[in-house]
């Protein structure tokens, strides 16, 4: 196909500034960006009428409805512009929509995505790791060049990072287990890098669940019982060596302590009551307790304050949460700023039981397609988001939103068109 006709191909160029979205994911935030405001900017100027009856999917309709919400809560909160200064993060819900959704997604061009971002993945994990090596080279030590500072090159969350490499390593995995590989040998060598790239991340949350989820792909979709005792064995063994490198050792130790002093923890509206933390037991607040505080005082005073129905907002939240941590002697310098790491809370927290509960709708709605689709890379993508959501507030950064609802929406458009195809089917029969 020559040159002009590419560029009169518009479902074409649809397809290439959507492959270019989910190549540039692993990088910069700024390098995103470019290629989403390219996609949304052509997709807009020639976004088809027929496409429009995808706004029926709940698919579509949630991201609508989340970003009104969050408008809606940036407009009643009393520090109205910090609300409103939010809201252009919640505005890629919007445009992941509609770039998604003026496309036809057929298996061919969904395969060629995932293909494309798993090779993406690998190349920006390679990056790394020179760029970990050269670092050695002039001196840094290796303990120092692991979790945030091993992705600080893309100024990225070592976490985030760790979720890209996982949706890859189940798309690879996947792949090689049911023989959909013509290279057997680059596939194999890509997945290494990306295990690689995991262990470097150290996300103790992501390496948990991956592991899980890799013994539940072993198990379920390898059919030879020798080849399923084959896997399980190899798997155990880099489980068991990964754990006990010194590095990732150290942050499963730290960051999983808990003593009944916090266990004990109860929050107060009361001042007299109240429970100063002291500095030496500040300095010893684990990962893990950091979360359960978080977690203790978001729900008791979110109750206390009568914010159940509604939250704070989204432009006062932090306030608050602040301003409770500061009670417990938990700020200032310490945790101030700190969101309550925990993507649900955060929900509760900012926008009220109602929203919380539609978001937990979503999530439902997007497990029942998935199994009843039998659409495993799916699914895996789901577990490990939704586990990942009881630590981090992945929602509320500019590569978390763009991870979670550009794959998620993109696995259940697929199937929104399956299923319309299969109605109509049924229909003229």
């Known amino acids: 196909m020559g040159i002009k006709k590419i560029f009169l191909d518009k479902e074409r160029i649809k397809i290439y500034l959507l492959i270019l979205i989910v190549v540039t994911i692993p990088y ?22 027929k496409n429009f009856q995808k706004i029926k ?5 949630f991201p609508i409805t989340f970003f009104l919400a969050s408008v809606l809560s940036s407009l009643m909160s009393k520090d109205y512009l910090e609300g409103i200064g939010q809201l252009d993060r919640q505005l890629l819900l919007l445009l992941i929509v509609i770039i998604l959704a003026n496309i036809q997604l057929t298996e ?8 494309c971002f798993f090779f993406s993945t690998i190349i920006g994990t390679l990056i790394l790791l020179f760029n970990l090596l050269i670092n050695i080279i002039y001196g840094a030590t290796f303990k120092n060049l692991t979790f945030h500072d091993f992705t600080a090159l893309y100024d990225q969350h070592p976490v985030y990072y760790a979720l890209y490499l996982s949706l890859s390593i189940f798309y690879g995995l996947d792949r090689l287990i049911n023989y959909k590989v013509k290279n057997k040998v680059a596939t194999i060598t890509g997945l290494l890098i990306l295990f690689f790239g995991l262990v470097l ?4 949350a992501v390496i948990f669940i991956d592991v899980i989820i890799i013994a539940i792909l072993i198990l379920y979709r390898i059919e030879h019982t020798k080849k399923k005792i084959l896997y399980g064995t190899l798997l155990t063994v880099i489980a068991i060596g990964t754990i006990n490198l010194s590095f990732v050792k150290e942050r499963f130790l730290d960051g999983l302590t808990l003593n009944d002093q916090i266990i004990s923890f109860t929050p107060s509206s009361h001042f007299g009551e109240k429970k100063n933390f002291t500095y030496l037991e500040k300095t010893k607040i684990s990962d893990l307790e950091l979360r359960i505080l978080f977690l203790k005082i978001g729900i008791y005073h979110l109750i206390d304050d009568d914010k159940v129905l509604f939250g704070y907002g989204q432009g006062d939240v932090q306030d608050f949460i602040d301003y409770h941590l500061f009670t417990y002697n938990l700020g200032p310098n310490w945790f101030e700023g700190f969101n309550v790491h925990n993507q649900y809370l955060h929900i509760l927290l900012t926008y009220g039981i109602f929203v919380l509960i539609f978001f937990m709708t979503y999530l439902i709605f997007s497990f029942t397609k998935a199994i009843r689709n ?8 789901l577990i490990s988001m939704c586990f990942v959501f009881i630590f981090e507030v992945s929602l509320f950064r500019n590569k978390g939103i ?3 609802y550009f794959f998620n929406t993109l696995f259940l ?4 068109r399956f ?4 109605s109509r089917n049924t229909r003229s029969a």
């Not at 910069?28 to 009428?49: D, P, Q, S, V, W």
């Open 374 to 381: 039998k659409d495993h890379l799916h699914l895996f993508f």
């Open 201 to 204: 991340c150290a996300s103790k």
């Open 413 to 416: 458009l697929k199937q929104y």
């Open 57 to 61: 999917s709940f698919s579509v309709i």
């Open 402 to 404: 763009i991870f979670f």
């Open 108 to 115: 061919k061009i969904i395969e060629k995505v995932l293909k």
């Open 28 to 49: 910069k935030i700024n390098i995103g960006n470019a290629a989403l405001i390219l996609a949304i900017i052509y997709n807009l100027l020639f976004f088809e009428r």
């Open 419 to 422: 299923e319309n195809c299969h």
